[in-house]
């Protein structure tokens, strides 16, 4: 892997049918587990779904998007994503291969998290949850698949979470499949705008 993977990976948003051999998945999902993490804790479990596997979760999913919009919405302030959820499931459909992210240690977002303590371990294994999936998307761009990260699975946490019958904290998913578009880069803040040296 060069440098050059990281100026050259984009957010694919259109798939081709073919699909991803096992080995070449095994080698993406081996590039998370290789991620550092705070206190070696490796907080990361992935959950990787295909075929008709795939196709009940994103039904699931698709249940908890008509739930927020028709019934109890849980995430009241963010209807306004509902549309780009819908989207995100649209492209999740078409995707060979959908990995579901979630953090061994982390409680629900509707639990309350009670002391500060806490707070900092979650906050610390999400940035090792990040590290080990931006691997895998480096990874992949290598070997020429595609990926999607995916934070939109949040307007259907529960439904989803019930469906894997996991007891932990649902992160995200990465969709992963062979590039069907070449999409240009997108825009980047200036160094000068997000860097403040103090030396």
């Avoid at 957010?11 to 999902?29: G, M, Q, T, V």
């Avoid at 919405?73 to 579901?100: F, Q, Y």
């Avoid at 761009?141 to 469906?163: M, Q, S």
């Amino acid at each position: 892997m060069s440098i050059e993977t990281i100026y050259n990976r984009r957010s694919i948003r259109k798939y081709k049918s073919k699909e991803i051999p096992i080995d070449i998945l095994n080698e993406i999902l081996d590039a998370g587990r290789a991620a550092p993490s705070g206190k070696n804790r490796q907080p990361w479990r992935f959950i990787v779904f295909g075929g008709i596997k795939k196709e009940e979760l994103l039904s699931k999913m698709d249940d908890g998007i008509q739930r927020e919009l028709n019934e109890e919405a849980l995430l009241t302030n963010s209807r306004d994503g509902i549309p780009d959820a819908k989207n995100t499931l649209r492209i999740m459909k078409e995707a060979p291969i959908i990995i579901m992210v979630s953090n061994t240690n982390g409680k629900s977002p509707f639990e309350n998290i009670t002391t500060a303590d806490e707070r900092f371990t979650e906050i610390v294994d999400t940035l090792s949850i990040g590290a080990a999936i931006e691997n895998m998307l480096l990874q992949a761009e290598d070997l020429g698949v595609g990926t999607l990260w995916i934070a939109n699975t949040c307007f259907a946490y529960n439904e989803l979470v019930n469906y894997i019958d996991v007891k932990t904290q649902l992160v995200g998913a990465v969709a992963l499949g062979y590039p069907d578009e070449k999409p240009n880069p997108r825009p980047r803040k200036t160094l000068d705008s997000i860097i403040e040296y103090r030396l």
